[in-house]
T-cell receptor, first 114, second 114 residues
Framework: GENVEQHPSTLSVQEGDSAVIKCTYS??????FPWYKQELGKRPQLIID?????GEKKDQRIAVTLNKTAKHFSLHITETQPEDSAVYFC?????????????FGRGTSLIVHP | DGGITQSPKYLFRKEGQNVTLSCEQN?????MYWYRQDPGQGLRLIYY???????QKGDIAEGYSVSREKKESFPLTVTSAQKNPTAFYLC?????????????FGQGTRLTVV
């Protein structure tokens, strides 16, 4: 099956700094890589995703990069704000494995200090 | 109001008792699934269903059971065989195909064994 590793487990930054969260996956058949944000006491919500036919995707202050050869993908948040504080999960999905139902990493707790 | 609804929000169970968590969606999604969330463990897949009257074990199915008699509903039973049932349980749904990969989550049920 798929195994998704996520680092770091905790990330503390100052407001305005950039934050980077890195993930690796094991199944070369995975071709869908979503990122979810879970604020304290709330449900996870999709913030951005990338498919294996592209190497990078941006949405305002958030970007994801994918290196298929290395089986590595990353989330980049620029100009961080206190409201970015949350737990972020990377995940991997495959059409052949559970119809894209995501396999999650263990999460990164991002703390943005004002 | 479209979405996915879990109930109850909090649940207390005595040791040795079975308990059922409810999950309902009105998004017309084919795929429904259950995750267990523990601190530092991320989201681990318990069971998933890609179509009515069919379901499959996820990565940590022991001590749990499910049914999928209706497209809208996917209840999870935590049985007395589950050795450490205290956790936060999240239900999710998605379209199950390459054009509808986003997982939509319920607000979760926090189960405590007393």
């Amino acid at each position: 099956g798929e195994n998704v590793e996520q680092h770091p487990s905790t990330l503390s930054v100052q407001e305005g700094d950039s934050a980077v969260i890195k993930c690796t996956y094991s199944d070369s058949a995975s071709n869908y890589f979503p990122w979810y944000k879970q604020e304290l006491g709330k449900r996870p919500q999709l913030i951005i995703d990338i498919r294996s036919n592209v190497g990078e995707k941006k949405d305002q202050r958030i970007a994801v990069t994918l290196n298929k050869t290395a089986k590595h993908f990353s989330l980049h948040i620029t100009e961080t704000q206190p409201e970015d504080s949350a737990v972020y999960f990377c995940a991997a999905g495959s059409p052949a494995r559970r119809s894209y139902i995501p396999t999650f990493g263990r999460g990164t707790s991002l703390i943005v200090h004002p | 109001d479209g979405g996915i609804t879990q109930s109850p929000k909090y649940l207390f169970r005595k040791e040795g008792q079975n308990v059922t968590l409810s999950c309902e969606q009105n998004l017309n999604h084919d795929a429904m699934y259950w995750y267990r969330q523990d601190p530092g463990q991320g989201l681990r897949l318990i069971y998933y269903s890609q179509i009515v009257n069919d379901f499959q074990k996820g990565d940590i199915a022991e001590g749990y059971s499910v049914s999928r008699e209706k497209k809208e509903s996917f209840p999870l039973t935590v049985t007395s065989a589950q050795k450490n049932p205290t956790a936060f349980y999240l239900c999710a749904s998605s379209g199950g195909d390459r054009w509808n990969t986003e997982a939509f989550f319920g607000q979760g049920t926090r189960l405590t064994v007393v």
